[in-house]
């Protein structure tokens, strides 16, 4: 493993690590938008969005472009991707249902568990 900086996976995922952030970029997997569309989308105060927006800018995970007095923001998809299809991978081998995520041990008797239980498919 590489040599890291704590402070920057503080940075990083302390940014992420906020419920408004995540929605907006789950509003953003559909193209850009601006403010407007953003805050109309979750409901939720322009300021409030924009104060979330300039952190995710901050760490890169948002990019902005100007169109006239509009500005669009859009996702980062060379940061977005990896971390998306990274979260992909932890959730089926560590997150069953969603619920929790599972240590190794625990996961592996869960899995077991899971495995013993009988299946019944009818077929026509």
Do not use: W
């Not at 402070?7 to 929605?23: D, G, H, I, Q």
């Not at 995710?56 to 995970?61: F, G, I, N, S």
């Not at 992909?88 to 625990?106: S, Y």
């Amino acid at each position: 493993m590489k040599d890291f900086s704590n402070e920057a996976y503080y940075l990083f995922f302390s940014t992420l690590a906020n419920r408004t952030r995540l929605a907006i970029i789950d509003v953003l997997k559909d193209g850009p938008k601006n403010t407007l569309e953003i805050a109309g989308s979750l409901r939720q105060e322009q300021s409030m969005i924009s104060a979330n927006i300039n952190q995710l800018e901050k760490c890169a995970l948002l990019k902005s472009e100007s169109s006239g007095n509009i500005r669009l923001y859009s996702l980062n998809k060379e940061i977005v991707e990896p971390l998306s299809e990274i979260l992909e991978f932890h959730v089926a081998k560590h997150c069953p249902g969603l619920r929790e995520c599972i240590p190794q041990q625990k996961l592996r008797e869960y899995m077991l568990k899971e495995a013993a239980k009988e299946t019944f498919i009818e077929h026509e």
